[in-house]
């Protein structure tokens, strides 16, 4: 099996990136969608979370009200942290139990938005970063998106830097082209996934 971290910042593109990698075979591990799941409606990660901030992060279904949530924690680290010690040991547990369950031989992409900022580089046998100028960045947030700009820039900063991403990346995904050269630049990577997977995956760190 080869292990692979997949990571990028706001606006990269990395959703199109690991779209496009399980197209090829990879089994796809998304922490957003489990970061999801892990606090769906009747699971103890929602009920940990309402204990945590209150009934008023719940809709009127019962479901989590993440613009209620992303209020209360959003500038504040300590409730930020709070949080994130209510899912990401969820999510990383679900990961390892899909995880377990592929094949033998297959390719696992972990797709993880925040993988550098928490200390995940080294828990992979490659680490792929989608890489695009913070130019650009703003510059999809503002037009895909509709933010504002000083709200694209901020989101940004809220994240590693671009210089910190690239220095823990094994693999560089520049995807500030059109789709056509990404799809080029994804077939080399997944030829080397394919040659690195046949010779035996080594843990880097």
Not at 58 to 84: N, Q
């Amino acid at each position: 099996m080869l292990r692979v971290g997949l990571t990028g910042g706001i606006g990269a593109g990395k959703s199109a990136v690991s779209s496009r990698l399980a197209a090829r075979g990879a089994v796809l591990i998304d922490s957003d969608v489990l970061a999801r799941e892990v606090v769906a409606r009747g699971t103890d990660g929602l009920a940990e979370v309402v204990e945590a901030f209150g009934p008023g992060v719940l809709t009127a279904d019962g479901d989590l009200d993440r613009p209620a949530l992303g209020k209360i924690v959003f500038g504040d680290e300590a409730a930020r942290r709070r949080l994130e010690g209510i899912i990401h040991p969820r999510v990383r547990h679900r990961a390892t139990e899909i995880e377990r369950a592929a094949a033998a031989d297959a390719i696992v992409v972990h797709d993880i938005p925040l993988l550098v900022e928490t200390g995940q580089a080294g828990h992979f046998d490659l680490v792929l970063v989608v890489d695009v100028p913070v130019e650009i960045q703003v510059e999809r947030l503002t037009g895909q998106r509709g933010m504002a700009a000083a709200e694209a820039n901020q989101r940004i900063a809220s994240q590693a830097s671009r210089e910190d991403r690239l220095a823990a990346a094994d693999v560089v995904v520049d995807n500030s082209g059109t789709l056509a050269e990404l799809d080029r630049r994804l077939d080399e990577v997944w030829a080397t996934f394919e040659q690195r997977l046949s010779h035996g995956p080594d843990t880097k760190r």
